[in-house]
């Protein structure tokens, strides 16, 4: 059987976040736009749907890590900021945008709460990732 580890992480992502976009439930926000990712970053994301990109990064994070919460979520998005001639400073990303990733994962039924741990994959969005790497496997292999 495929799963998520057979496959590039790449191709898995882009490929989730084109099945993300049938999800009523998961739409970028109006201030989705012009935010900034992180503290670390200068400008807001490039890509037209970068959202759903990020939706898909997070499922499959949680997916491989295990049940995380969006402070857990902003640590893994962070990187280093700027801070002129004194040395580069690891700092988080940003937790609004993780926490509005998992609520609405959640809402499309894709993740589930674990208690006090977070949120963690449900049973449908472990099938909807392993249905995607088992399509991206046989077009590798075909």
């Known amino acids: 059987m495929v799963t998520v580890y057979d496959v590039p992480p ?5 490929k989730t ?3 993300l976009k049938e999800f009523d439930a998961i739409e970028p926000p109006e201030w989705a736009e012009f935010v900034r990712t992180g503290r670390h970053t200068e400008k807001a ?3 037209e749907d970068w959202w759903y990109t990020r939706a898909a990064s997070v499922l499959r994070k949680i997916y491989v890590k295990g049940p995380m919460g969006s402070s857990r979520l902003a640590e893994e998005y962070g990187g ?3 801070r002129g001639s004194k040395p ?3 700092v988080k990303g940003s937790r609004n945008i993780a926490r509005k990733c998992l609520i609405q994962l959640e809402t499309a039924g894709l993740l589930q709460t674990v208690g006090k741990e ?3 994959i449900s049973p449908r969005g472990m099938s909807l990732l392993d249905n995607v790497a088992k399509e ?3 077009e590798l292999n075909a």
Request: no cysteine; proline share 4%.
């Open 10 to 14: 790449e191709k898995l992502i882009l």
């Open 17 to 19: 976040a084109e099945k």
């Open 45 to 47: 994301p490039t890509q």
């Open 80 to 82: 280093f900021a700027d």
């Open 88 to 90: 580069n400073k690891a």
């Open 118 to 120: 977070g949120r963690g």
């Open 136 to 138: 991206i496997y046989d």
